[in-house]
């Protein structure tokens, strides 16, 4: 106990007296600031330089970001607080897929791949607890090398390394698992695979941006397709091929869990400029096309469909793929007569490789209109869980035949902050011209702001990024980096869907319910930013059900930026507070009289078996 006279006393009580005036200051500078302002947003230069003084008080210098690769250790100025910490889960629960677990899988039925479809818990089922990191679990390597390696502790599971060891998928070797870029249809290596594409396929010049691999396996063609800077939605199950998505996101890859099975893909019409199946053993000729009319729904027109692998050139590898000949002859006649109806233009055929051009608009698809159903256009968008349909997607209306249905996109990444065709054209209720540059204008402000806080958002450290509410996909474009990938989730239940509009400027999204699971392994994610998110599920699910899940989903010390109302956010550092996460609110950037708030969170570095208080530094 310090003695009275104790110099370590005296320096507190200076320290205490040198806080007291700095905040002071603080205050007397915006409340000056407050009143030279003529209103939100507005003022003199003496008033928005004041008003900029008085902000700059909020930046938080301690806030630490950096990863420790095990160190447990992090910096934050949070008072203890004397919480009841939520518990951590078993360490069977350390690759939990909530909805896309196992045991329940198994007692749906297998036709149709249903049971590989999402099948969430009942509340009553529902964990509540913190899923636990694998003993040595360490950051991933930054992009690119993450590409081509992957610490083994990160994703134990050496299955694939010996059922695919022929082709090059992935190798184990020593404490990391090498992935040399090849597949089950090119073992040699995915760029020369993309190369044989590109002789068909405009990758190079930024037409084709967005695309889509259909059980894309370790996603070795989204990997590589970053060179070109196509942006690759890639899916595929949870199934005996363990951990194929775990590895594509560890990879630094987008990447869900999913399945071409019953319902709709959680995409919205018109979405992608080119889909591919490699040996993806989806049977594209069976249920009368029904998937290939889904992929027409996602596909924009003038978009690309890639098909390599049985029954391509069958006559020649019949043998090989131990198949009866009859067999793949039936099937290709299936899949080639679907694409005709479907109006697809055939471009290539090639050795194992095929590849159609869906027509830009629906002059040259005249005479096939009344040899299919036309699905009701009003439903295009409506997929959360609605079963596939045997119709097939309507074009929107042109004038001319030269004119691309739904609007014709500029190369990327020009069409990034060009206005959307769907904006253009007045499809999404509420939005206009004016209000999408208006929104680009706000969220360059916002990430300003953040950058303040977390210096290093956009400098690598953070490759999976998620933004669980991305409106017109805003924070994605001002933080559009190579160094990084956007997942944008539009909510089921927003008011606006502006899905479609994310995609027309050249980045990714998907639909979903945060009362649910998503459709991704455990520690998936570096970054998640979420706008609004708790006010819009309010009163539609528990505030704490949400937090558990993003905290499934992020990396030990990955960063949570949450911006919403400051009685909702108060609400929610308490819950977060008792999730080994350290927190800090901030001042909306036009002041404290602003009530939306800023949560900046870091969730702490803990694995199985570490009982650490959530409350200590």
């Not at 319902?263 to 400029?273: C, E, H, M, T, V």
């Not at 739904?406 to 209000?435: C, D, M, Q, Y």
Request: hydrophobic letters at 35%.
């Amino acid at each position: 106990m310090a003695t009275k006279g104790n110099p370590g006393d005296n320096r507190s009580r200076i320290s205490l007296s040198s806080l007291l005036i700095v905040a002071g200051l603080c205050c007397s500078f915006y409340v000056l600031g407050v009143w030279h302002r003529s209103g939100f947003g507005k003022g003199d230069s003496i008033a928005l330089e004041i008003t900029k003084k008085a902000e700059d008080c909020g930046v938080l210098p301690n806030l630490e970001y950096e990863t420790h690769h095990g160190n447990q250790s992090t910096s934050f100025d949070d008072p203890k607080q004397d919480i009841k910490e939520i518990d951590p889960c078993g360490e069977q629960y350390v690759d939990y897929t909530p909805c896309h677990d196992q045991l329940r899988a198994m007692t749906f039925p297998r036709e149709n791949m249903n049971y590989r479809e999402r099948h969430c818990p009942p509340d009553e089922e529902k964990l509540h607890c913190l899923i636990p990191a694998p003993k040595g679990y360490v950051t991933p390597f930054s992009w690119p090398k993450s590409r081509d390696y992957v610490p083994f502790a990160n994703a134990p599971h050496k299955s694939l390394t010996v059922e695919k060891a022929v082709q090059n998928w992935v190798q184990y070797e020593g404490n990391v698992f090498r992935f040399p870029g090849g597949g089950t249809q090119f073992p040699n290596g995915a760029d020369a695979y993309i190369d044989q594409l590109a002789s068909v396929i405009p990758i190079e010049n930024g037409t084709v941006r967005t695309a889509l691999d259909t059980g894309c396996g370790v996603a070795s063609w989204g990997a590589y397709l970053f060179k070109k800077n196509v942006l690759t939605m890639s899916f595929a199950p949870r199934d005996s091929h363990e951990a194929q998505v775990q590895f594509a996101l560890e990879r630094g890859v987008p990447a869900v869990i999913g399945v071409l099975g019953t319902i709709k893909l959680p995409y919205p019409s018109r979405a992608f400029d080119m889909a591919h199946c490699s040996r993806c053993l989806i049977p594209w000729g069976a249920n009368d096309g029904l998937y290939m009319m889904e992929v027409d729904r996602v596909l924009r027109p003038g978009g690309y469909w890639v098909l390599s692998g049985p029954p391509i050139n069958w006559r020649v590898n019949y043998q090989a793929w131990q198949r009866p000949k009859e067999e793949l002859e039936e099937e290709q006649r299936k899949i080639e007569e679907m694409a005709e109806l479907l109006c697809w233009e055939k471009k290539h055929e090639k050795g194992e490789i095929a590849i159609w051009r869906k027509r830009v608009n629906n002059e040259y698809c005249r005479e096939r209109d009344s040899r299919v159903t036309l699905c009701e256009s009003s439903n295009a968008e409506n997929v959360w869980y609605k079963k596939m349909e045997a119709c097939v997607t309507p074009y929107p209306e042109t004038t001319n035949s030269d004119e691309v249905a739904g609007g014709e996109l500029k190369p990327f990444p020009v069409r990034l902050n060009t206005v959307p065709p769907r904006i253009a054209s007045g499809s999404v209720p509420g939005l206009s011209v004016e209000s999408f540059k208006e929104e680009n204008n706000l969220w360059n402000k916002h990430m300003n702001s953040y950058k303040r806080v977390n210096k290093i958002l956009d400098n690598g450290r953070y490759r999976n990024i998620m933004d669980m509410n991305a409106g017109l996909g805003s924070f994605a474009a001002v933080i559009e980096s190579p160094k990084l990938w956007v997942m944008n989730v539009v909510p089921t239940i927003a008011e606006q869907d502006t899905l479609g509009v994310v995609y027309e400027r050249g980045l990714i999204g998907i639909y979903h319910d945060w009362c649910e699971a998503f459709s991704t392994y455990p520690r998936t994610y570096d970054l998640i930013h979420a706008n609004g998110v708790f006010s819009l599920y309010k009163d539609k699910c528990n505030a704490e059900d949400i937090l558990l899940e993003m905290d499934r989903i992020l990396r030990p010390e990955g960063a949570v930026i949450l911006r919403d109302n400051v009685d909702v956010l108060t609400q929610v550092k308490r819950i977060a507070t008792t999730m080994r996460w350290k927190t800090k609110m901030v001042d909306h950037e036009d002041g404290p009289l602003i009530p939306e708030k800023v949560l900046f969170a870091v969730k702490r570095y803990w694995v199985v078996g570490d009982n650490n208080s959530t409350a200590s530094d």
